[in-house]
């Protein structure tokens, strides 16, 4: 089988990917999903929040994707479900992605161009190595959310959840609304890595307590959970002593944190950025490989779906010019640097000699600021651009548009969040 453009993962990353590439004209394009159905992680998050930016409208996840499931079926492009991709080899210029299906089995498809959209995945229990028994009823935010939104199960009725992320918040409020009573949720770190939005709307509106600088040292249960033990954490986040208590609970959700799903991309011999844990990507969403591009969660955990769909549109045309026009002759490359209070960025490079336009990067806070300046200064230290944010927080993704002419004679380019 031989394609122009082939995209793994068919959530709002691929879906967008695939739209647009068809739109700037690509030939052949084809998305490949392990799941039987096209919308990735959005087809679990039932709650509404989606697509305020893209659509400014209030959706629901399934909402959100069954837009771009119906463009992708308009858009010519072929879409192969129920497969797998295993891997992905490049030889010179020549793709080769190996999927499996029960209908074809094995398959090798090739491609000019492919386009990385795979999502991420939870860390787990054994991610974070929390001491105890091994009962059921200790699932990951995510998986439990599956079980209740899609699968119809009742997972629990005394629940706690660790992990202040978006997951375990929307989770907070979901196993509320089907009767459980969510004891409190519990978060290491002095501060949300959710959004504020989901702390009000989750939390707060159904009086169920954040527990700041707080985790669970202890699973206690045989055959079912029967409590959990949390104590406080000092600044170096080691329980202090004398802090310890039982609370009794018979579900544990882990909304600890989420990794990008990259052994294919790491087997392909793509270099990954040891901060996002996704591959380092340039302006136009191309990896450290030739005519293969990366977009959405695969690159670093995005907390809109709608950020996600812009990644994928950035992708997919870069995928079609380049299929189109071949690669851009040695072009010299920006380095993007995270400086202070900025834990990663992307793109990692941005490219001299365009111009005109400008370029989105998105990165995260490495803590908590207040009346701030997101700064970006060339290798010379001379400030390019200055902009002031009242609030800025590690749980909600910051973005900054830099205009192409004033990086232009940058060797590289630093941001960095400094306190006014
Ligand atoms: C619980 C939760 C709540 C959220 N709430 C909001 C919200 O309120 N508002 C908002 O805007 N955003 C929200 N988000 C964020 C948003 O949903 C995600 O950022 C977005 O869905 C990521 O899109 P993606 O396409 O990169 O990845 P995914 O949606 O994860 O899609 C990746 C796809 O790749 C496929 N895949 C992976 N590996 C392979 C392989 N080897 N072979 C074949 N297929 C493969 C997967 O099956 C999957 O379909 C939420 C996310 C979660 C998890």
């Known amino acids: 089988m031989d394609y122009d453009i082939v995209i793994i993962g068919a959530g709002p990353a691929g879906m967008a990917a695939a739209i ?39 959706l629901t996840g399934p909402e959100y994707a069954e837009r771009y499931s119906k463009a992708l079926r308009e858009s010519g492009a072929q879409v192969m479900l129920d497969t797998m ?12 992605v190996r999927a499996i299906n029960p209908v074809s089995g094995i398959m090798e498809i090739h491609a000019k161009a492919v386009i990385l959209a795979m999502g ?61 009573k969510v004891l409190a949720c519990v978060e290491i770190m002095p501060y949300s890595s959710g959004l504020n939005r989901n702390i009000v709307q989750c939390l707060d509106d159904f009086s169920i307590p954040l527990l700041l600088s707080h985790t669970v040292t202890r699973i206690v249960g045989r055959r079912r959970l029967e409590g959990v033990v949390i104590a406080e954490v000092d600044s170096e986040r080691k329980p202090v002593a004398g802090t310890e208590r039982f609370v009794e609970c018979d579900t544990l959700l882990l909304s600890v944190g989420l990794i990008p799903e990259n052994e294919i991309t790491a087997g392909a011999g793509i270099e990954l950025d040891p901060r996002t844990r996704g591959p380092y990507v340039d302006g136009s969403m191309e990896t450290s490989i030739e005519g293969i591009f990366a977009c959405g969660n695969v690159v ?32 010299r490359q920006i380095g993007v640097f995270a400086g202070t209070g900025v834990s990663y960025i992307v793109p990692q490079y941005l490219s001299a000699g365009v111009v005109s336009g400008s370029n989105e990067l998105s990165f995260r806070a490495d803590r908590v600021f207040k009346n701030a300046y997101l700064i970006v200064r060339s290798e010379s230290g001379a400030v390019l651009k200055k902009v002031r944010r009242p609030r800025i927080t590690p749980g909600e993704m910051e973005r900054i548009s830099v205009r192409n002419d004033i990086i232009d004679n940058a060797v590289d380019i630093t941001i960095s969040i400094e306190e006014v």
């Open 120 to 180: 991420c995945r939870e860390r787990t229990r054994g991610a974070i190595q929390i001491p105890g028994d091994r009962p059921s009823g200790v699932l990951t935010a995510g998986t439990a959310q599956r079980y209740v939104n899609i699968e119809g199960y009742r997972i629990g009725k005394k629940a706690v959840v660790l992990g202040s992320g978006d997951i375990g918040l929307i989770m907070a409020r979901r196993l509320t609304l089907e009767g459980a």
């Open 85 to 96: 991709v295993m891997s992905l080899e490049c030889k010179g210029r020549e793709k080769l």
């Open 20 to 58: 647009e590439a068809k739109i700037s004209g690509a030939g052949s394009v084809l998305v490949i999903d392990r799941d039987i159905e096209t919308g990735g992680i959005l087809n679990q998050c039932i709650h509404s929040g989606f697509g305020l930016h893209r659509f400014s409208e209030e």
């Open 300 to 331: 670093h955990v995005n907390d809109l779906a709608d950020h996600v769909s812009l990644e994928g549109e950035r992708a997919g045309r870069s995928a079609a010019e380049y299929v189109r026009a071949g690669a851009e002759a040695n072009r």
